[in-house]
């Protein structure tokens, strides 16, 4: 009997997860803190860093195993990315890419390099075109990256993701596990404090194991309890400009 395809439920719970995570780490961020109130610190150093990795490990996954039209969810990024950056950079104070700009370009070198490894037939056109975009996503990771949320080391987790989770799915443990070393010592390099370390790594490797197993093993949400498409897509950009409102109030 051949194995269950891998199974996506998981992330419907860690679309919620990243989201609340996320608000609480920048309401923190730029309302709590800012006003005065130095014990928010802990929000943004434990909550606040469960965020990234699984956003990042979240768009690895769907572009393994929820989409063939790459290019089109790597559009979807920019634009949200694009509507969010003016809050962003109000709240910032600097120039800045905001995170969506990391998920795309990470996003973009990940499908680039397997689509050249993956082309059968290495029809030279086909070829060349993925070497080319390989080539700008590099020169952009190398130019940009210093400028973007995470850096570089936050580009370069979602390929890292994307090879882990093929491997965990497909091979054997011992393969699987060799081929986790990356985006566990990427993980590494997000954070500094030892609490927030401990949070990133914590949110990887548990990623993973949920990958080891497919996602079979976490139970599916009831349909009333997922996020709506236009709520998933809206939410990052929106809670910034309430954010902003906000700070302007006070």
């Given at each position: 009997?051949?194995p269950?395809?891998?199974c996506s439920g998981w992330?419907?719970?860690?679309k919620w997860?990243a ?11 730029y ?6 109130h130095?014990q928010?610190?802990w929000?943004?150093?434990?909550a606040g860093?469960?965020?990234?990795p699984l956003?990042?490990a979240?768009?690895?996954w769907?572009?393994?195993?929820d989409?063939?039209?790459?290019w ?5 990024l920019l ?7 003016l809050p962003?950079m109000?709240?910032?104070g ?7 700009f990391?998920?795309a ?12 490894m993956?082309?059968?037939?290495w029809?030279?056109?086909t070829v060349?075109?993925?070497?080319l975009?390989?080539?700008v996503?590099?020169f952009?990771?190398y130019a940009v990256?210093p400028r973007?949320e995470?850096g570089r080391?936050g580009?370069l987790?979602i390929?890292?993701?994307?090879l882990a989770?093929?491997?965990?799915v ?6 699987a ?5 990356p985006?566990c010592?990427l ?6 404090s030892t609490?927030?370390l401990?949070?990133?790594c914590?949110t990887?490797?548990?990623?993973l194991?949920i ?6 093993d976490?139970?599916r ?7 709506p498409?236009?709520l998933w897509r ?7 400009g ?5 700070v302007?109030?006070?």
């Open positions: 009997m051949p269950a395809p891998p992330t419907e719970w860690g997860l989201l609340i995570t996320m608000t609480l780490d920048h309401v923190a961020r309302l709590l803190v800012p006003a005065g130095g928010a610190l929000i943004m150093e434990t860093r469960i965020a990234f956003f990042a979240m768009v690895a769907h572009a393994l195993y989409t063939s039209r790459h089109r969810y790597t559009r979807r634009i949200i990315g694009l509507v969010a950056q962003f109000l709240l910032t600097g120039l800045a890419l905001n995170v969506c990391t998920l370009l990470g996003l973009m070198l990940a499908c680039t390099t397997r689509a050249l993956r082309e059968a037939a029809n030279p056109a060349l075109r993925h070497v975009l390989a080539a996503g590099l952009l990771w990256g973007l995470y080391d580009v987790i390929p890292a993701f994307m989770q093929y491997l965990l497909n091979y054997p443990r011992l393969t596990a060799l081929g986790c070393l985006v010592w993980a590494t390099q997000l954070n500094d609490p927030a401990f949070f990133t914590a990887t490797l548990f990623v194991v990958a080891a197993r497919g996602g079979h976490v139970p949400l009831p349909p009333r309890a997922t996020l498409r236009w809206s939410w990052y950009p929106g809670h910034l309430i954010i902003v409102a906000l302007v109030v006070q």
